[in-house]
């Protein structure tokens, strides 16, 4: 079956950096564009980031354009997020998900599997 498992997060000071990974597993990796959104408490959840197939596109939220970083590795079956210059706003539980439905690169509809999410806590 489909499994996306989400490490990295933790509790970081304002302008320092973390790293995420996803490690996916259940279907060609390959495949698929992937992608990375946030949900703070009382909010939606929001794209963040996401990465084709091949690697060669990707794609952010304006809010974290310029300083995250999405990035995979084919052979590892894994996706990637580099955060720098984080802000006490891009505190929240980060989700990976894989892109198997039509539709736009920032939609939750485009998406159909997700892992369990981490947390991100970004103190100012």
């Known amino acids: 079956q489909v499994q996306l498992v989400e490490s990295g997060g933790g509790l970081v000071q304002a302008g320092g950096s973390l790293g995420l990974s996803c490690a996916a597993s259940g279907f060609r990796f390959s495949n698929y564009a992937m992608g990375w959104f946030r949900q703070a408490p009382g909010k939606e959840r929001e794209f963040v980031a996401a990465i084709s197939w091949s690697g060669g596109s990707t794609y952010y939220a304006d809010s974290v354009k310029g300083r995250f970083t999405i990035s995979r590795d084919n052979a590892k079956n894994t996706v990637y997020l580099r955060m720098n210059s984080l802000k006490p706003e891009d505190t929240a539980v980060y989700y990976c998900?894989?892109?198997?439905?039509?539709?736009?690169?920032?939609?939750?509809?485009?998406?159909?599997?997700w892992g369990q999410g981490t947390q991100v806590t970004v103190s100012s």
């Open positions: 998900s894989r892109q198997g439905n039509g539709g736009g690169n920032k939609y939750t509809s485009s998406y159909d599997y």
